[in-house]
């Protein structure tokens, strides 16, 4: 099988380690950065590289092409790709608008071939094990999702002019994976009210998002800051048979299912309990990542994705998945247009 990669930047990095584990693929790599290309080609072994798509897609005529540059191309390409025979696993978020991702999903229908979104955090070992949970019906009804995200690689956001360009900004490379997770445990949402604050007093970026959404089953909230301490990644999935706490970075779950009480007998059992738990997951969340690939939510998702080609079945993520993170992503850019960033020092009463 030949696999095309376009887009040789950061991202890249995680889909070609996910890539090496695939077994009967031919990589060639394609960046209008040519000396990028032939840098990433020389650390992963790789011999063919391409300065323009087009003459990837013509000259080796490949059967899937993973999509990695800026959202601003990635419905100009995934349409060439798809139109050319290729199938497609294209970077979050899938394109600009849910106009752009419906054009999208009509190329994959018309020319047939399978359009996967790479909704990466989905497929994070406990993610996967609190969808399971979820699943089997062990959470009971979802009635509530909180995710929380610290962003860091600051560098990054101070440096990628793209990011600014897009809707929402710089927030628009983190939020896809938020709207994602709570469409995953709430079913589709709705943004009821968003709005994002500047910090005083710090280097930027440090503007905070918070939403509230609306579910099928129950209520969400996310958060994406720039400033707090330390790194992390959590989400918190409560349920009216269990609560599960998830740090997706450290790749732990903890599921609450027992209340404590006033009294100091019943508080000792309920922490003691939660302790135990903690400490066998933070064992075996370590043992897991031994010998594991860096990038394991990449790894799980192009290994699916492979797997779905292979036996005629449809992606992990389709783009159907991928249109609908992106129609509430246009919801939330609408809210904070209608509310706009305050300015630091504003919105503390007195």
């Not at 993973?66 to 191309?73: A, K, V």
């Not at 732990?252 to 009294?263: N, Y």
Request: proline share 5%; charged share 20%.
């Amino acid at each position: 099988m030949k696999v095309g990669v376009i887009g040789c930047g950061y991202v890249a990095q995680g889909h070609l380690a996910a890539l090496r584990r695939v077994r009967g693929i031919e990589l060639s790599l394609c960046d209008t950065d040519e000396k990028r290309a032939a840098e990433t080609a020389r650390s992963f072994g790789i011999s063919r590289t391409y300065g323009d798509a087009n003459d990837l897609l013509g000259g080796v005529m490949p059967d899937v092409v993973h999509i990695l540059t800026p959202p601003q191309s990635h419905k100009r390409l995934a349409i060439e790709a798809m139109e050319a025979g290729c199938h497609v696993l294209v970077e979050k978020p899938m394109a600009l608008d849910s106009g752009e991702a419906d054009e999208m999903i009509e190329t994959a229908r018309r020319t047939g071939r399978s359009l996967c979104v790479c909704h990466n955090y989905l497929f994070e070992p406990p993610v996967l094990r609190a969808r399971k949970l979820m699943q089997t019906g062990a959470l009971g009804q979802v009635v509530g999702v909180e995710v929380f995200f610290k962003v860091y690689q600051q560098a990054r956001y101070r440096t990628s002019n793209w990011m600014r360009t897009l809707h929402g900004g710089i927030h628009n490379e983190s939020a896809p994976h938020l709207v994602a997770l709570q469409r995953e445990f709430l079913g589709n949402v709705r943004v009821v009210s968003a709005v994002a604050k500047p910090i005083e007093g710090l280097p930027q970026p440090s503007t905070e998002l918070r939403a509230l959404l609306e579910g099928e089953s129950g209520l969400g909230s996310m958060c994406i800051s720039f400033s707090s301490a330390p790194p992390q990644k959590h989400l918190t999935i409560y349920g009216t048979r269990a609560t599960v706490d998830v740090d997706i970075l450290n790749g732990v779950l903890l599921e609450r299912q027992h209340a404590g009480s006033g009294q100091l007998r019943g508080r000792a059992r309920v922490n003691a309990e939660y302790a135990l738990r903690l400490l066998g997951q933070t064992v075996s969340g370590t043992l897991d990542g031994l010998g594991k690939p860096r990038w394991r939510s990449h790894a799980n998702l192009v290994a699916a994705f492979y797997d779905s080609l292979r036996a005629g079945t449809p992606p992990p993520v389709s783009g159907q998945d991928g249109r609908a993170v992106v129609a509430v992503l246009d919801q939330l850019w609408a809210a904070l247009k209608r509310r706009p960033a305050a300015r630091p020092g504003e919105g503390a009463g007195g």
